[in-house]
């Protein structure tokens, strides 16, 4: 019934951009296992994707593909934190340490972490500082 425009075939390819890798698509966002091999990213970002009761399957999955030294991005809205300070403690325990970390805005909370090994902690340690708030929606 659709059919690919005319110009995606034609389109030339940008000169000097190199080959294109082809990637598997991004997981579907209730995976904790994505296709990607171990260290074998540099960066992982999580946006206002923490949404699930399982944040530390999500975090320990971002720690099984990143590099030593990869970083992990969190954005999340800041009224789904109790305390960061007990956040901050649990992300330390899945093997990440704090790099840097913006409080200011009044609707999100940035951190940036780096990853220094494998968790620090066993599979049935309990993390109370990644059970975050349901987000809170103001009419305006």
């Known amino acids: 019934m659709f059919e690919e425009p005319e110009w995606a075939e034609a389109a ?9 890798i082809s990637r598997p698509p991004p997981a579907a966002a209730s995976q904790n296992k994505v296709p990607l091999e171990d260290e074998s990213v540099d960066v992982a970002v999580f946006c206002l994707s923490l949404m699930g009761t399982n944040i530390r399957d999500f975090l320990e999955e971002a720690n099984r593909v990143l590099k030593p ?15 960061v300070r007990t956040f901050l403690q649990a992300v330390t ?10 409080l200011t805005n009044s609707h ?3 951190f940036d972490f780096q990853k220094t090994g494998p ?7 309990q993390l109370s500082g990644l059970q975050l708030q349901p ?6």
Not at 93 to 102: E, R, W
Not at 119 to 125: C, E, Q, S
Not at 135 to 140: I, N, T
């Open 119 to 125: 968790p620090l902690v066993g599979p049935k340690a």
């Open 69 to 83: 030294g990869g970083l992990l991005k969190v954005a999340e809205v800041s009224s789904r934190f109790e305390d």
């Open 135 to 140: 987000c809170l929606y103001k009419r305006r």
């Open 12 to 20: 030339p390819v940008a000169a000097g951009l190199g080959p294109i």
């Open 108 to 110: 999100f909370f940035l």
């Open 93 to 102: 325990k899945l093997g990440f340490k704090i790099v840097s970390k913006d």
